[in-house]
């Protein structure tokens, strides 16, 4: 019995990541400060997951997909070096 090759559609595709400052966070969006100092509006959908105890001013990870829906935010951790 021989396995179904994968179509295109079925192959991993890299996501999009994104890492800055939170700068306005609600339940529909999330601002994030970039590096070079862009505010980047993101949508939040319902099944995006965001970290509960997410705060103005905390350095975060946005995770997206190549079709641009956010799959989760994360709070980074501290840079003792920073």
């Known amino acids: 019995m021989s ?15 994104v890492r800055g400052e939170v700068v306005m966070l ?3 969006l ?3 400060k970039s590096t070079d100092g862009t505010n980047i509006l993101i949508p939040l ?6 970290d509960a105890s997410l705060k103005i001013g905390e350095r975060v ?3 997206a997909t190549p079709d641009h829906h956010v799959t989760s935010v994360k709070k980074l951790t501290p ?3 920073r």
């Open 45 to 50: 959908e319902k099944k995006t997951t965001v």
């Open 61 to 63: 990870e946005v995770v």
């Open 3 to 17: 396995s179904p090759a994968l179509s295109q559609s079925d192959q991993a595709t890299p996501l999009s990541r």
């Open 79 to 81: 840079d003792p070096f």
């Open 26 to 28: 609600t339940s529909e």
């Open 30 to 32: 999330v601002v994030v």
